[in-house]
T-cell receptor, first 110, second 114 residues
């Protein structure tokens, strides 16, 4: 099993739709979880941290399932500007270093 | 804006030349990471440094690649005798001295080897 795995997509969804991505990880000792967004030929930008109890930021909701070792990102009311690649990243216990998934590509269509 | 600063944005080198990529971390950050990204690929960890110390270089090729983060000045990723396969986007990220802190990325250096 790869360290961090994501469905590469692409996910093509209409404006206003709700879309969800999952990211599985192999190291059960992982402690820190984040979602990043990367636009074409740009740097990754932090979207949100993922907390054990789940957290929400506007239209975005992140959840952690430790038992099944995955994190998820839910986007409600998709906008055209949400089109990007979404990267999950994970750090092990006592580690500063983040391991990234290959990303899931989202295209929001008018 | 005291974000992560990388330069140059674009770098073209002929095969066999040397490439030097620079990164200044975000103000207050003491940890620097270098990642490489090939087209349509994910971010691959290369090296993790703190001031004057290489903490983890497990992702960096043993030959031709080196990295430093001196007491004064930016972190440098150096690639000697570049080959076409070195063409990629190289991202630097910095983080605070704290577990559970996210990394913040610079806008990258796009290296093209001709």
């Amino acid at each position: 099993r790869k360290e961090v795995e994501q469905d590469p997509g692409p996910f093509n969804v209409p404006e206003g739709a709700t879309v969800a991505f999952n990211c599985t990880y192999s190291n059960s000792a992982s402690q820190s979880f984040f979602w990043y967004r990367q636009d074409c030929r740009k740097e990754p930008k932090l979207l949100m941290s993922v907390y054990s109890s789940g957290n929400e930021d506007g239209r975005f909701t992140a959840q952690l399932n430790r038992a099944s070792q995955y994190i998820s990102l839910l986007i409600r009311d998709s906008k055209l500007s949400d089109s990007a690649t979404y990267l999950c990243s994970i750090a092990g216990a006592g580690s500063y270093q983040l391991t990234f998934g290959k990303g899931t590509k989202l295209s929001v269509i008018p | 804006n005291a974000g992560v600063m990388q330069n140059p944005r674009h770098l073209v080198r002929r095969r066999g030349q040397e490439a030097r990529l620079r990164c200044s971390p975000m103000k207050g950050h003491s940890h620097v990471y270098w990642y490489r990204q090939l087209p349509e690929e994910g971010l691959k960890f290369m090296v993790y440094l703190q001031k004057e110390n290489i903490i983890d270089e497990s992702g960096m090729p043993k030959e031709r690649f080196s990295a430093e983060f001196p007491k004064e000045g930016p972190s440098i990723l150096r690639i000697q005798q570049v080959v076409r396969g070195d063409s990629a986007a190289y991202f630097c990220a910095s983080g605070a001295d704290s577990y559970n802190s996210p990394l913040h990325f610079g806008n990258g250096t796009r290296l093209t080897v001709t």
